[in-house]
């Protein structure tokens, strides 16, 4: 898989806005295994990313990012296959860092291009954010006013599900389930088809955020 990793200028914005579900989710079946990762190999084929801003690695068994500067966020992205729906299961673990941090998935809709959609908590309020991005330009989706039970605090270990589908002829939808909770779901009119590749991110406010993510596994979804 080609991979790349690289930070952002801005984060997505925050917001106190109610999260309501609306029309059912389109209906999906697994399809192939895509990725399965624990980073016990450092070659596995995620990206070492070393720059002023941050950084990314493989360390002990998990991948960490480190977003160092204020209002940075660093990434790390792998390509796969164009598919129109995958569900990412990841473990993420915030071990450092202050309110409005966000930890979580992007899934790419253009990997060259950086296009596509990020879904995160945010471990040290209990919140949660959905945003589309065009390299650093975001667009807030969905956001917690409240925070969310089912997201564990700072230096605990949360499950994270992550689902991005673009059905034909419909809006793009996510999902995002936390230790086996389904807290949100988010529509964009305006997506662009499918998904090319994802990634893990660290999306800091004041600087110094810093996760560990573990257990990667990713699938695709058809749509029935």
Known sequence: AGCGGGSGDDGPPGADTEATATEESPAVRDGELLLQDDFSDPKSGWPSVMREEGRADYVEGAYRIVAKQAGRQVWSHVAGP????????????????GSGDLVGARCLTDIDQDIGYLVGIAPAQGGYALAAFRGDEYRLLESSG?????VRPLRKENQLQVECLAPPGGPTVLTLSVNGQALVRAEDEEGEGGFDGVGLFVDTTEGGAEALFDDVVMTELLHE
Do not use: C, K, S, Y
């Open 82 to 97: 164009t598919v129109r729906g995958l569900r990412m299961e990841f473990e993420a673990t915030q071990l450092a860092g």
């Open 146 to 150: 409240e925070p969310a039970e089912a």
